[in-house]
């Protein structure tokens, strides 16, 4: 099946500071990337869709000048946490769709987050 | 968009077959049906993926009501390993459409 890998797999960060989430398509052109957020023994929850080159589309409830996300490109797109606190401390997983995954979603390998 | 209900949790011992059912009553006509497995800490992981009737592949089946109401994957032979949360998602190619997840299904093997 087709790759999708995240990058960094945790990270610790300092409140009030910003986190950059790198998701990359590595064999194939993702022209949707989603991200989804997920607490402990909780099911994901989607936070955006994002079409390359257009702006996100958020889900009710999440701040889009909190989580910055950019598809500027066919394999990459980024989350960023910015002004992060402690609430926002959990499991990031984006997943991406394109031309060769056809109706599939694939999902990489997800990044923790924790605010300090 | 189509909502997905899903038990809540499962046990099952090892060798035996696993069969979880997912209802998708109001899934849509472009809608497929994909089940993912997930492990603590990591991505959900591709299973398989149907439209319609039977499809099989070397871990799993996945058979569909001609109605496509519901969807029953199915885990022959389960081991230990096979422990993990699964889930059912419904979705299409439609521009923009996003995919949500339901609650998923705790598979627990026992020895």
């Known amino acids: 099946g087709a790759v999708v890998s995240q990058h960094p797999s945790w990270v610790i960060c300092k409140s009030g500071t910003s986190v950059k989430i790198e998701c990359r398509s590595l064999?194939?052109?993702?022209?949707?990337m989603f991200w989804y957020r997920q607490f402990p023994k909780q099911s994901l929850m989607l936070m955006a869709t994002?079409?390359?080159?257009?702006?996100?589309?958020?889900e009710q409830g999440v701040e889009k000048d909190k989580f910055l996300i950019n598809h500027a490109s066919l394999t990459l797109s980024t989350l960023t946490v910015t002004s992060a606190h402690p609430e926002d401390s959990s499991f990031y997983i984006c997943?991406?769709?394109?031309?060769?995954?056809?109706?599939?979603?694939?999902f990489g390998e997800g990044s923790w987050l924790t605010v300090v | 968009l189509a909502k997905t209900t899903q038990p809540i949790s499962m046990d099952s011992y090892e060798g035996q077959e696993v069969n979880i059912t997912c209802s998708h009553n109001?899934?849509?006509?472009?809608?497929?049906i994909t089940w993912y497995q997930q492990f603590p800490s990591q991505g959900p992981r591709f299973i398989i993926q149907?439209?319609?009737t039977k499809v099989t592949n070397e871990v799993a089946s996945l058979f569909i009501p001609a109605d496509r109401k519901s969807s029953t994957l199915s885990l022959p032979r389960v081991s230990l390993s096979d422990t993990a949360v699964y889930y059912c998602?419904?979705?299409?190619?439609?521009?923009?459409?996003?995919?949500?997840f339901g609650p998923g299904t705790r598979l627990s093997v026992l020895p």
């Open positions: 998602l419904v979705g299409g190619i439609n521009y923009g459409q996003n995919f949500v």
């Open positions: 149907g439209y319609k």
């Open positions: 994002s079409n390359e080159g257009s702006k996100a589309t958020y």
């Open positions: 997943s991406a769709r394109g031309d060769l995954s056809g109706n599939t979603i694939y």
């Open positions: 064999d194939f052109q993702a022209t949707t």
């Open positions: 109001n899934i849509a006509t472009n809608d497929y």
